[in-house]
């Protein structure tokens, strides 16, 4: 799968190669193909020294796909025959988000670590089995949160607010819009029952950042809307979000989703993050910067000394993934706090819970 950024759903980016293990140490593999994330995911792993041995999905065209992507790796004929392989250390996955949350079960009970697509869940009961299966077996489950994880601004950002660059954050503003692509989505895109809702499918990823940024621990959720203006031929889909929240630092937070993103725009969304300091501020501009530049990566920083733009691209990389397989070995908690990764999806569940249906 080649990197293109017109279209979100099959957008996977490739970065430098830095292993973190010895060749063969660790052995992955990927279950569930519905979503072109899965591709991103491995090619991370890939990068960091993993080594992707199994892959299955019931569409065997979406797995002929895939083995043409990684040569080498085998088609299983079950997901049994991937979850009973002691050797497999990790399976990553990206299937309908309704089954993300009850395949990690399975995959912790086989002795797995876990890593799946966002979101990771779309109910509160899948949620809470995740919880206790983590805390009965010990074992990881991660969430591709891709809109930092896989941003080198997003990445660039976290540096210069450690550093102190911008002093306390107070507020981050998220935009988060998407490209439809409306005749190559499944039917599974169009069903909240199976997607979650935009504020749990797309607006987990703004909520991720908002706690990174701000180090919060605790946040609620202060308002939410949703609405479906552009698609009447699918009444329940939603195609706009946005909410409010604040979080246990004091820091506040608004974010916008939609599938509005225009024909014309060179990637499939003009991704931006507002990270505002009490001694300066950021702007990130994700995928491109309009109208300028169609390279993406560009992070521009006010501070007491003047007016900054550093363009990152290709020059900071992706440490998430040699961190999450040194996780996966060492039984630490470096790439992600655990209380994290269900906190961020717990707080859009319940922004998609009490949102306004704006009609």
Excluded at 111 to 119: A, H, R, V
Excluded at 167 to 181: F, S, T
Excluded at 284 to 312: C, N, P, S, T
Aim: proline letters at 6%; one cysteine or more; aromatic letters at 12%.
């Amino acid at each position: 799968m080649s990197v293109q950024k017109a279209d979100g759903m099959t957008y996977a980016p490739k970065g430098p190669v830095r292993p973190v293990c010895r060749p063969g140490e660790f052995r992955f593999a990927a279950i569930g193909l519905d979503h072109g994330h899965i591709y991103a995911q491995c090619n991370g792993l890939l990068e960091a020294g993993g080594q992707l041995v199994w892959v299955y999905d019931p569409d065997p065209a979406k797995v002929a796909r895939f083995c043409q992507t990684y040569p080498g790796v085998k088609p299983a004929r079950c997901e049994a025959e991937v979850l009973e392989d002691p050797s497999v250390q990790l399976v990553a996955s990206a299937p309908v988000p309704c089954q993300r949350g009850p395949l990690g079960l399975r995959v912790m009970d086989h002795g797995k670590d876990y890593f799946t697509d966002k979101p990771p869940f779309t109910t509160f009961e899948q949620l809470e089995a995740a919880r206790a299966k983590v805390a009965q077996t010990g074992r990881i489950f991660a969430v591709y949160y891709a809109e930092r994880l896989h941003v080198e601004a997003a990445v660039y950002a976290e540096q210069l607010i450690r550093q102190g660059a911008i002093g306390q954050v107070l507020q981050v503003i998220g935009l988060g819009p998407h490209r439809l692509n409306a005749p190559n989505r499944p039917a599974w895109f169009w069903d909240p029952q199976q997607y979650g809702g935009i504020l749990v499918d797309i607006g987990s990823h703004q909520i991720e950042q908002f706690l990174h940024y701000t180090g919060a621990k605790a946040a609620r959720v202060l308002h939410s809307k949703v609405a479906n203006y552009r698609n009447p031929e699918h009444p329940d889909f939603q195609d706009f979000g946005d909410a409010t929240l604040v979080a246990d630092t004091g820091a506040t937070f608004y974010f916008r989703v939609d599938w509005f993103t225009p024909a014309g725009l060179g990637a499939w969304g003009d991704g931006r993050t507002f990270i505002l300091g009490t001694e300066g501020y950021i702007e990130l501009r994700k995928y491109l910067d309009i109208a300028r530049d169609a390279a993406g990566d560009h992070v521009y920083l006010v501070d007491a000394q003047g007016e900054h733009h550093f363009a990152v691209h290709g020059q900071v990389g992706f440490p998430y993934f040699g961190r999450l397989i040194r996780d996966c070995l060492d039984r630490t908690e470096t790439a992600m706090p655990q209380q994290h990764t269900f906190l961020a999806i717990e707080l859009a569940l319940q922004a998609q819970a009490q949102a306004i249906r704006v009609a």
